[in-house]
């Protein structure tokens, strides 16, 4: 009992040494947000010598001409539409391959999953003479479009693999009770499918939100920059960097994220771990 005891005992601590060591950057980086260059540069302390939100106040002025107002709603405007469109299609897709046999359907799927292969250095190239033909470079349309049309083949996946663990009998009843195939998905099935379609989402807005090298790809116009590109806007434009602006802008930026997790964390980890079930 006492060597049992012992045990739980040594694996709290080794919990909690992990979680202080994983939460340290976060910590440094907001205590970071209060401090001058020199205090970060010549100090070991993790506590400012005074808390100030001046780094605050001159962080969301922007670059000048445009606050963090406008990249915020850039963000937004960008993000918003990209995962509302990417759990519908990504749903409509999954219970065309999850409810339905149709010709060549393993081959599609077979392709469908050898797409996650391809890293994005790789398509990246093409998909810029694409859609600089189509003239969609400076808009959020590369962004869009791909969600409109299903191309995330993960969350495509995940949601098969989610459905195929609901009974085939609820479909059957909807059916004999007059419902068609459409209204059988978004009455009978999507109920069930909120902790996948909300996972999806949550990892699609963490995604596109955090997304740099794609937005530099695509957007020229800094009146039309996300926070990512705003964030190294602060880096190029000053000779002298204020360490501690750059470090109070990442604090505001990342709460978001931080808030939307925890706010959704359930529905994150019932569709990760659902995803995996197999019916």
Do not use: H
Not at 60 to 67: D, E
Not at 237 to 249: L, N, Q, R, T, Y
Request: proline residues 5%.
């Amino acid at each position: 009992m006492k060597r049992k005891t012992i045990s739980k005992g040594l694996t709290y601590l080794f919990i909690v040494l992990l979680g202080i060591a994983l939460l340290f950057p976060i910590l440094y980086m907001v205590m970071a947000s209060f401090k001058t260059n020199n205090e970060i540069f010549g100090s070991t302390a993790i506590l400012p010598e005074r808390f100030t939100f001046e780094y605050y106040v001159k962080g969301w002025a922007g670059n000048g001409q445009f606050t963090y107002w406008t990249f915020f709603a850039n963000t937004f405007t960008l993000v918003i539409p990209v995962v509302l469109l990417t759990v519908v299609s990504c749903t409509i897709v999954a219970y065309g391959f999850a409810r339905f046999n149709f010709k060549s359907k393993n081959v599609l799927f077979t392709i469908l999953l050898a797409t996650l292969m391809l890293p994005n250095t790789v398509i990246i190239i093409p998909r810029y003479m694409l859609f600089n033909k189509f003239g969609w470079i400076d808009t959020y349309l590369p962004f869009y479009v791909p969600a409109l049309l299903g191309c995330y083949p993960f969350f495509i996946y995940q949601m098969v693999q989610f459905m195929r663990s609901i009974p085939m009998d609820l479909d059957e009843a909807a059916y004999i009770d007059g419902c068609g195939t459409f209204r059988t998905l978004i009455t009978i099935l999507m109920p069930l499918l909120k902790p996948a379609m909300f996972s999806a989402g949550l990892l699609q807005f963490t995604w596109t939100y955090n997304n740099y090298f794609d937005t530099l790809i695509y957007i020229n116009s800094a009146s039309k920059y996300p926070v990512s590109l705003a964030m190294r806007m602060t880096l190029d434009a000053e000779s002298v960097v204020e360490w501690g602006k750059v470090m109070a802008m990442a604090c505001v930026v990342v709460l978001p994220l931080v808030i939307l997790f925890f706010s959704a964390q359930k529905y994150f980890v019932e569709g990760i771990t659902a995803g995996g079930v197999k019916g």
